[in-house]
């Protein structure tokens, strides 16, 4: 982590607003290796540098990763004015003035679809996660209006895997999808589909181009991350050290 500002790194950490720290700064012992500091715009190596605030020492995260099953009804978004957002779900530690501004969504969930979502302060995975480049495969558990019989199963696992056209929806045109990963039929209705791209509703206009319709849709995983089946809907936690360190090891 760089050199940073006193007062980032205690907004950062839930002490309050950038002008919330500065009160603080003069009410409160914050020592920096046992230097008292007064002045916001004291520079702070996190990596090196002891903090305390009023004697208590802070564990600074370099970044957080938080893996949520997201329910129904809830929209992939910071706000809307309709609908109660993913970030709603979240507790009061982890809507700080900081986490406000830099947490973000790798990737968005459709409001009646449910599963892995992924939240993260860390910026450069981000775009390293959502550049078409990268190929993050993705999987979803699919279940179907209509049931397949196992003709059409290996038909559509065919078309699927060469690449299919889906038809247009609400603005969005029609689009070539890039050939799958992997299909694998539960049954007649139900299957997994793991796929490496991201396009608006994708999976359901995949299989409304082959006659069918998805009356429901979960994503299972995202990269080498799966969904912590331990989690009910609208539950989340933070990641471990080595489900971060899988994460991190994605490939352009």
Request: aromatic letters at 6%.
């Amino acid at each position: 982590m760089s050199i940073q500002r006193i007062d980032k790194i205690l907004s950062h950490e839930g002490f309050g607003t950038r002008k919330g720290v500065k009160k603080l700064l003069r009410v409160s012992e914050v020592l920096v290796n046992g230097q008292w500091v007064t002045d916001s715009g004291f520079s702070v190596n996190p990596d090196k540098d002891e903090i305390s605030v009023d004697g208590e020492i802070l564990n600074i995260k370099k970044n957080l990763y938080i893996m949520m099953n997201k329910d129904r009804g809830y929209v992939s978004a910071n706000k809307d004015g309709q609908h109660p957002t993913v970030f709603d779900c979240l507790d009061d530690e982890y809507r700080t003035a900081y986490l406000q501004e830099n947490l973000h969504l790798v990737g968005r969930l459709d409001m009646d679809t449910e599963g892995l979502l992924l939240f993260t302060t860390d910026g450069k995975f981000i775009h390293r996660a959502t550049a078409p480049k990268t190929h993050l495969p993705k999987s979803y558990l699919v279940r179907l209006a209509h049931p397949e019989s196992e003709e059409n199963r290996k038909a559509i696992e065919e078309r699927f895997k060469a690449g299919i056209r889906i038809p247009s929806e609400d603005s969005e045109p029609e689009a070539d999808c890039k050939p799958i990963e992997s299909l694998a039929w539960n049954s007649d209705t139900e299957c997994v589909l793991t796929i490496t791209e991201g396009k608006y509703h994708q999976v359901k206009r995949m299989f409304r181009a082959v006659a069918n319709e998805v009356v429901y849709l979960k994503r299972l995983s995202i990269g080498s991350l799966s969904l912590d089946d331990s989690l009910a809907l609208g539950e989340y936690r933070e990641l471990t050290d080595e489900e971060v360190e899988g994460l991190l090891d994605i490939q352009p």
